[in-house]
């Protein structure tokens, strides 16, 4: 099957087929970097780092180049800047502003566990190209100087005789829609009311370079022509697939769409325009009037959502179980949903790195999986399909596909960074249960040799966290161990301490598939004899046997743990 994406431009699902399978290339608008992200800024991180990671599945992490730009120059951060640090020169402060912003967003989408990507340009750092491609577009007779400004003509671009696209097409609407649905800056300079800027003259103090087209006083660019430069830069004239939210789509990537096409005179400038939804809070639009304006941070750091913090990767499950495409109404319940959905998968991983090891294959497709993902980024079908694979975790053939899937939608942290603690447990387990043990007798508490610690308490015992660790690893007293049995007891009423069933080491799992072929091959020569006799020594190793016939008749043997 091969993968789908739907083009905003085209306005249709179709094959993506890259212009080079070894070097394949994506852009995504990136932060303005002026203040905190908000939950609405997660959606795109989360949405183009699946894509990212599905993309380096298919065509190989060397082969696959993202860029997510940082915009470091714009009003908004010169106003922050003005605000926050009166004191300081304007070009001072901005570098402040910008450098703790950026850090900010850095950790929060880290937090969400983002990759980052390939590469990340400043706009600062390619005021060069912008200048290359402004001069382009005026000796081209698309864009025209005018009390030094440089603006650009759609007007121009449409009347223009080449292979180059509708001004509005990406929007899908006429000059005369968009300039009534648009605020309109209306400047005496305007040729026209949808001429946009392209560089304008600096005001004092503020950042600015020596200008294009001969304009003698020094300037800065626009907004739309920075990303048209930093995608020039990094991808070429013309990449695989650029992205955003859906609201970048009128002006800015109809604006980016035209510059780039009408430089370089081409009829494209991605050949996939792929754009997410709108999110919403509780059935409302977010905005700071409403004082349901959430930042990424305060899901992460505080309780201003729910009543509590949340895991990164909470935030990113109830992303995904979201078509991109569609509007999302992020709701504490859609929280607490993703989170049991997250805890239940935890707590068979015991079961995943029992059959594959500490470090789980990543070349094993999962082909139903992936097929969704194919099918334009369809992560809620995805994760029906991996809720499906969690609970068949005892096939033996099922659980390396479901650690790649957690992989590709950046979610195997949360399974494995569990499991590296339980692990952490597990090595002196059995010593702190006989200290447990004998310590209980000293205090006063019954001893037995019939207690016993199941899978499923000792998988319980391991997710109340560090309490219970920093319990089991220090000298206590007697109200420590109280405190620690009362712990013990909220789990399992009889608290039933004494044997641990594990489910089989990477190195014994070579011995059960070597005895299973044994076995195997003497039910095929009527040896039952020694087929009962390798089902036993099977049994000792705490592995269960079920025989029974596939769908053709066949006889087949499925195995579990105790």
């Not at 990759?115 to 750092?125: G, H, K, Q, S």
């Amino acid at each position: 099957m091969e993968l789908r994406l739907y083009d905003t431009l085209t306005k249709e699902k179709r094959p993506f087929v890259p212009l080079d399978p070894k070097n394949v290339r994506m852009y995504v608008c990136g932060p303005t970097v002026y203040d905190f992200a908000h939950i609405g800024n997660a959606r795109p991180v989360i949405v183009f780092d699946v894509l990212f990671r599905l993309l380096r599945h298919l065509y190989g992490e060397a082969h696959v180049t993202y860029v997510r730009n940082i915009t470091d120059v714009d009003d908004k951060i010169n106003d922050r800047a003005a605000r926050d640090f009166p004191g300081l020169r304007l070009n001072e402060a901005i570098r402040k502003v910008t450098e703790v912003t950026e850090k900010q967003f850095h950790d929060d989408v880290d937090g969400l566990g983002s990759l980052r990507p390939t590469v990340e340009p400043r706009a600062t750092e390619h005021i060069a190209e912008m200048r290359a491609i402004i001069e382009k577009l005026v000796a081209g007779g698309f864009a025209y100087v005018a009390e030094d400004h440089v603006l650009f003509s759609p007007q121009a671009m449409n009347a223009a005789n080449a292979v180059l696209p509708r001004y509005g097409a990406l929007a899908n609407r006429s000059l005369d829609e968009m300039i009534a649905g648009a605020r309109v800056d209306v400047a005496p300079y305007k040729r026209d009311n949808t001429d946009f800027v392209l560089w304008k003259p600096a005001k004092p103090g503020e950042p600015s370079w020596p200008s294009p087209s001969g304009i003698a006083v020094p300037g800065r660019p626009g907004w739309h022509i920075e990303c048209s430069a930093m995608a020039w830069k990094h991808l070429g004239e013309r990449f695989d697939i650029h992205g955003g939210g859906i609201d970048l789509v009128f002006p800015h990537h109809e604006n980016e769409l035209a510059q780039s096409c009408c430089a370089f005179h081409a009829d494209r400038m991605a050949n996939v325009w792929m754009h997410n939804g709108f999110l919403q809070v509780e059935g409302e639009k977010m905005s700071k009037s409403l004082g349901n304006f959430i930042t990424i941070r305060e899901l992460l750091k505080s309780d201003k959502f729910g009543g509590r913090r949340w895991s990164g990767e909470v935030l990113r499950l109830a992303m995904l179980k979201r078509h991109y495409r569609s509007p999302i109404d992020w709701t504490v319940g859609s929280l607490v949903d993703a989170e049991k959905t997250l805890d239940k998968w935890r707590s068979r991983a015991w079961y995943i790195r029992g059959a594959l090891g500490d470090e789980p294959s990543r070349e094993i497709v999962p082909t139903e999986f992936v097929h969704a993902l194919l099918d334009d980024l369809n992560t809620p079908e995805a994760i029906s399909i991996l809720e499906a694979m969690s609970n068949a975790l005892f096939d033996s053939k099922v659980h390396p596909w479901f650690v790649t899937a957690l992989e590709i939608l950046g979610l195997d942290g949360y399974v494995l960074r569990d499991l590296r603690s339980f692990n952490r447990a597990e090595t002196n387990f059995d010593r702190v249960l006989t200290k447990f043990l004998s310590e209980t007798e000293r205090h006063g508490g019954a001893r037995s040799d019939n207690w016993k610690l199941s899978f499923k308490d000792a998988l319980g015992l391991a997710h109340m966290g560090r309490k219970i660790e920093r319990l089991l690893a220090t000298n206590l007293s007697s109200n420590d161990w109280d405190d620690l049995r009362r712990e013990l007891a909220r789990i399992d009423p009889e608290v039933r301490i004494h044997t641990l069933r594990r489910p089989p080491k990477k190195r014994s799992l070579d011995r059960i598939n070597a005895l299973l072929s044994k076995r195997a091959a003497a039910r095929a020569r009527k040896d039952f004899g020694e087929s009962d006799r390798i089902r036993d020594e099977l049994a000792a190793m705490g592995v269960v046997l079920k025989d029974g016939k596939d769908a053709n008749g066949n006889p087949i043997t499925t195995w579990e743990i105790a």
